[in-house]
Structure formats: structure tokens, C-alpha cells
């Protein structure tokens, strides 16, 4: 394959695209698409699809929240162990190792605030590692994974023109 990038590119804009039409946007052959998706799964370059679901729409409660966690790695675990101990949570959807005033951010999803509240209460800040905690609340999504959420809606502000 000549430009693999170009088809994780593709694949990460619409994982649904058929080998035919990967085939067509790369100027390959869709047995060289098919043969290039299985190595990238098999190698763990793709390691998995995801649907953007906006849950808004639905009838399901859940709010996801931001928590920035600060850290003292010990010797020999490092921010790998504990990100992992972090991670295994199953509430938690992402974890990040940051560059900046804190050391790791962490997504959870719950089906409350005072859900969210009880997971950093009881299972994150006490961690023997942890310094601090804060805790964003996402109120409304915009984009993600570079899908606009409502994309129908333009912005209706009036334009003022400075004279």
C-alpha cells in the first residue's frame, strides 16, 4: 500500500466506508485495502471502532466530566501504573498523560453529577499517589472525535460591521 496513512485517515473520518470506497479514495485495490485493514488490527494500529452517539437525543441520563489529577509517580511504578490503576475503572472512558500544571486527565461518564462526585470522592483522590483533583463538568458537546454534534445549527448572531 502507497500511503497507508491516507486510509487511517479515512477510516478514523467514517470507520463505515466499504473496502470499495477506501479502494476508490486511495487509487487501490480493495484487496490491498481489506489485506492493509487486517494488518493494522492484527499490529494493534486500529484498535477499535467507535460510534458517536449523542446521547442528548436519547432517553438515557449520563454526564461526563474532566477531572485534571495531579501525582507523585514512586519509583518503579511511574504515571503508567497508575494511569493503568485509574483506567481500570470501567466508568472511565479516557486517561491522558498531560504536559502542563497537572499530571493526567481523566474522562468519566455517570449517570449523575453525584455519581461522578462519589468517583472522585471515593475511588480517585484517595489513591495513594494522588496530590489533587479537579473536576470539570462538560455541560454541552460541540465536536468530537470531529463530529459536530449539530451540525444543522448555524450560529445566529447578528453580524455587527465596525465602521
Given at each position: 500500500?502507497?500511503?497507508?496513512?491516507?486510509?487511517?485517515?479515512?477510516?478514523?473520518?467514517?470507520?463505515?466506508?466499504?473496502?470499495?470506497?477506501?479502494?476508490?479514495?486511495?487509487?487501490?485495490?480493495?484487496?490491498a485495502?481489506?489485506?492493509?485493514?487486517?494488518?493494522?488490527?492484527?499490529?494493534?494500529?486500529?484498535?477499535?471502532?467507535?460510534?458517536?452517539?449523542?446521547w442528548?437525543?436519547?432517553?438515557?441520563?449520563?454526564?461526563?466530566?474532566?477531572?485534571?489529577?495531579?501525582?507523585?509517580?514512586?519509583?518503579?511504578?511511574?504515571?503508567?501504573?497508575?494511569?493503568?490503576?485509574?483506567?481500570?475503572?470501567?466508568?472511565?472512558?479516557?486517561?491522558?498523560?498531560?504536559?502542563?500544571?497537572?499530571?493526567?486527565?481523566?474522562?468519566?461518564?455517570?449517570?449523575?453529577?453525584?455519581e461522578?462526585?462519589?468517583?472522585?470522592?471515593?475511588?480517585?483522590?484517595?489513591?495513594?499517589?494522588?496530590?489533587?483533583?479537579?473536576?470539570?463538568?462538560?455541560?454541552?458537546?460541540?465536536?468530537?472525535?470531529?463530529?459536530?454534534?449539530?451540525?444543522?445549527?448555524?450560529?445566529?448572531?447578528?453580524?455587527?460591521?465596525?465602521?
Amino acid at each position: 500500500m502507497q500511503h497507508p496513512e491516507k486510509l487511517l485517515d479515512l477510516l478514523c473520518q467514517d470507520a463505515r466506508l466499504t473496502p470499495a470506497q477506501l479502494a476508490a479514495m486511495t487509487g487501490e485495490t480493495e484487496e490491498a485495502v481489506t489485506e492493509a485493514v487486517r494488518a493494522f488490527e492484527k499490529n494493534d494500529t486500529i484498535l477499535g471502532y467507535k460510534t458517536v452517539i449523542d446521547w442528548d437525543k436519547t432517553a438515557k441520563e449520563s454526564v461526563t466530566a474532566l477531572i485534571e489529577v495531579k501525582i507523585t509517580p514512586q519509583k518503579g511504578m511511574g504515571f503508567d501504573e497508575i494511569a493503568r490503576l485509574i483506567y481500570s475503572h470501567p466508568q472511565v472512558e479516557s486517561v491522558y498523560l498531560m504536559s502542563g500544571g497537572f499530571d493526567l486527565t481523566v474522562i468519566i461518564t455517570g449517570r449523575s453529577m453525584r455519581e461522578v462526585a462519589r468517583f472522585v470522592s471515593e475511588q480517585l483522590a484517595p489513591m495513594e499517589n494522588v496530590l489533587s483533583t479537579g473536576t470539570h463538568f462538560i455541560l454541552k458537546k460541540y465536536k468530537e472525535y470531529g463530529v459536530e454534534y449539530d451540525p444543522s445549527v448555524n450560529d445566529k448572531r447578528e453580524v455587527m460591521l465596525a465602521w
